[in-house]
């Protein structure tokens, strides 16, 4: 289920990039359930906040917006 959630994020990200990164450049953008529900200038804050609101199982998806694609590792936890 977190696998799916998470594809489920990264594809909204993907598809809405353009619009996203207009409003959102240079941050880093936290996606739960399809959705931008926060945006923040550290990645720890958002994975902090991510964690805080919806735990470590939750798929949410921490995406760094810039105008060329960043390098991104996946992390799964498992507890």
Do not use: C, H
Request: charged share 20%; aromatic share 14%; proline share 1%.
């Amino acid at each position: 289920m977190i696998n799916e959630n998470l594809k489920k994020n990264w594809e909204y990200v993907q598809k809405n990039r353009n619009a996203l990164l207009f409003i959102y450049r240079n941050k880093y953008v936290l996606v739960y359930n399809e959705k931008v529900v926060g945006s923040f200038d550290t990645f720890a804050n958002a994975a902090n906040e991510g964690i805080t609101n919806y735990g470590v199982n939750s798929g949410f998806l921490v995406e760094w917006l810039t105008a060329k694609e960043p390098l991104n590792i996946v992390v799964s936890a498992k507890l």
